[in-house]
């Protein structure tokens, strides 16, 4: 039995569910046909687990526990540690979201099973699967398989598998209750409510042309170079995470997971090497142009137009050709 | 409070990895290598830490002999001593191999706090801190953008998607993953350079109780699926192409 441990958020489910449900019935396919069963756990599930039994799924599990809302790493290993014991899975799936880095570790720590995390595709090796994941950030690929026994724990990667390719099933699959007993005082974490930060000042999704600079701008006293850019194009000027970490940038011009997601006409990407983190948050853009020394980095794999070299040069002659 | 900052050496970013004969790991004699980004602001927030209650800053670092060069690099920067846990397969291992062999090499320290890197440049697992916090029997928060502590009690901001945060308190001690950009980053003085060179490394051999979980039977650059046009020549030629497609083809710009 493949076990999916779906996401949601105030009884909302998160798109990388789906991703996941895609995810274990590609597996099962590779895997002799096993059946997969959804697991959700939280305060209020009715919503959520209507909307998941749509899935062709031979059932969706509700693990419904005031203790379990809000969130807290403690809470979730300890009931996944009692409903995988009951339920005997092959594989255990997870979307790779923010939660999932919070407690799947530990639960595979605490189960002392083999966790592969951040999957992106599936693959085969010595007549088994195996799982691919990137590592030197996106240099390379690596085909990984898991040792010792079951069940194995596997993170996937958000947008490596397609949710509108999940099946859905010919008849709403059941929905049961899983009962796990969870001792409140046994969760050391307390957390207080979600919030934001003060707005922000550039709202940086309604820009029309973006130019972004990563680490290859180098220095702090570089970035007049791109801001010239900028300028000629008529864009606005964002950042990768490191350039707003060093204070050189605001954060309100980070895109990317922890800061914001743009899709405009042009992004143009001067030294950034286009992390999954980064990419996450510009790949919808509708033109992506890189410049960047490195023929491999992993920004020219999202981009429309590519100039493999040194922004020191390019970036002058373009502002130049754009002047003329 | 004892503090305890576990630093993972990585080769440096713009390092080209090449895979070995076999392509299960890669053949890094040429690499340069340097501190795992994250790590380095884990050590500032534990100097930080260390700055306002007092205490110690130990460094926890395994790998072979080449980490002893991040470790003296903590050390200048203000660690108090240092932990190396001798393991020449620690940068090829997994984080439960990793995790079980510093939380080994922890026993009888009684850390307060435990702070590592939320994840690691090279085999970026983003792991080995939480497995950590189970072998210690500790409760653990990731992704870290601040750090409290008021008498025996810890509250720390996580860092959420897409802009959220959220406060979460916890009893000492605890493990902790910092996330990168917590605080500006100090760099070592020719003082702290020069002091810690009589700073203790305790080295403690791995036992090998502890084994991965997992192997990679296959290492090999991504396969690209897109179709990048890429524009060559001079600079001033790439220009005026590019400029040429983006106005004519793409009509992304006017
Ligand atoms: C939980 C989490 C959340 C994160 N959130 C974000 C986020 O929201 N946004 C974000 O951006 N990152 C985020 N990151 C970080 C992300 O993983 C990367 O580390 C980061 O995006 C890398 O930034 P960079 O491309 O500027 O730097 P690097 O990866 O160092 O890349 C620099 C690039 O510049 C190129 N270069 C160097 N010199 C030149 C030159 N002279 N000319 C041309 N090119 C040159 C290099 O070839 C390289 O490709 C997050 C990470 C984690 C773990
Ligand atoms: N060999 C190591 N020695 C010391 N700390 C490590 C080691 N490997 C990983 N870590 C710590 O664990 C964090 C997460 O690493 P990872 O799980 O590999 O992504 C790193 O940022 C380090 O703080």
């Known amino acids: 039995m493949i076990l999916v441990v779906a996401e949601q958020r105030d009884g909302r489910l998160n798109r990388a569910s789906w991703e996941v449900v895609a995810a274990a019935q590609r597996l099962a396919a590779k895997t002799g046909g096993a059946p997969i069963k959804v697991a959700l756990l939280g305060g209020d599930l009715a919503a959520a687990a209507g909307e998941l039994s749509a899935a062709a799924v031979a059932e969706v599990l509700t693990v419904e526990q005031a203790a379990l809302e809000p969130y807290t790493a403690d809470g979730f290993v300890a009931a996944l540690a009692q409903l995988v014991a009951g ?22 720590a605490r189960l002392d099973r083999a966790l592969v995390a951040d999957v992106v595709s599936l693959a085969e ?18 085909d990984v398989v898991l040792e010792g026994e079951a069940p194995y724990l596997v993170t996937f990667q958000a947008g490596a598998f397609n949710a509108d390719l999940a099946e859905r099933g010919a008849s709403p699959a059941p929905v049961s209750r899983a009962d796990v007993t969870i001792d409140a005082a046994l969760i050391r974490q307390k957390p207080e409510a979600p919030f934001r930060e003060a707005k922000q000042a550039v709202d940086l999704s309604q820009a029309q042309r973006i130019v972004a600079v990563g680490r290859g701008i180098r220095a702090r006293d570089q970035l007049p170079l791109a801001e010239a850019l900028a300028k000629a194009l008529g864009a606005e000027l964002a950042a990768s995470r490191p350039i707003c970490d060093a204070g050189w940038l605001p954060i309100d011009r980070q895109v990317g997971s922890s ?49 493999v070299g040194d922004l020191f040069e390019v970036v002058p002659a373009l502002i130049k050709e754009l002047q003329r | 409070m004892k503090i305890a900052v576990c630093i993972k050496q990585v080769p ?85 191999e990793v995790a079980g062999a510093l939380a080994e090499a922890m026993s009888g320290e009684s850390f307060d706090l435990v702070l590592t890197g939320l994840q690691s440049d090279d085999q970026g697992f983003a792991q080995t801190g939480v497995v950590l916090a189970e072998r210690l029997g500790v409760p653990h928060a990731t992704i870290i953008m601040e750090v409290t502590v ?42 702290g350079i020069m002091a810690a060179r009589k700073k203790d490394i305790r080295k403690v051999a791995a036992s090998g109780a502890h084994r991965s979980h997992q192997r990679i039977v296959n290492l090999y650059p991504p396969q690209k699926t897109k179709q990048t046009q890429l524009i060559g020549g001079t600079p001033a030629e790439a220009a005026r192409e590019l400029v040429k497609r983006l106005r004519d083809e793409a009509r992304a710009i006017d």
């Not at chain 1, 090796?125 to 690596?142: E, S």
């Not at chain 2, 980490?67 to 903590?74: F, K, M, T, Y």
């Not at chain 2, 998607?161 to 950009?181: D, H, Y």
């Open chain 1, 87 to 108: 339920q005997a899975p092959t594989y255990v799936l997870f979307p790779h979201t923010y939660l999932a880095r919070d407690f799947v570790p530990k639960l595979a």
């Open chain 1, 259 to 307: 800061g914001q997601t743009v899709a405009p006409k042009l992004y143009l990407a001067l030294g950034v090497s286009g992390a999954i983190q980064h990419a996450v948050g510009m790949k919808a853009s509708k033109t992506i142009v890189a410049i960047n020394k490195d023929a491999e980095a992993p920004m020219f794999e999202l981009a429309d137009y590519g100039i």
């Open chain 1, 125 to 142: 090796a010595d007549g088994t699967v195996a799982f691919t994941r990137l590592i030197f950030q996106g240099k390379l690929a690596a």
């Open chain 2, 12 to 96: 440096a970013r713009d390092w080209q990895p090449r895979v070995n004969e076999s392509r299960t790991w890669v053949r890094d004699e040429d690499a340069a290598f340097e501190m795992n980004e994250p790590d380095a602001y884990a050590l500032e927030e534990g100097l930080r830490l260390k700055e306002r209650h007092g205490g110690e800053v130990v460094v926890c670092s395994a790998g072979p002999s080449r980490v002893s060069h991040v470790i003296r690099e903590a050390l200048a920067r203000g660690a108090d001593r240092a932990i190396h846990v001798e393991s020449d397969g620690a940068a090829s291992a997994d984080a439960f």
């Open chain 2, 150 to 191: 008021d008498g025996g009690a810890l509250r720390v901001k996580r860092e959420l998607e897409g802009g959220w945060f959220q406060w979460v308190a916890m009893p000492l001690p605890a493990v902790l993953t910092i996330q990168s950009g917590i605080n500006q980053l100090r760099y070592a003085t020719l003082k």
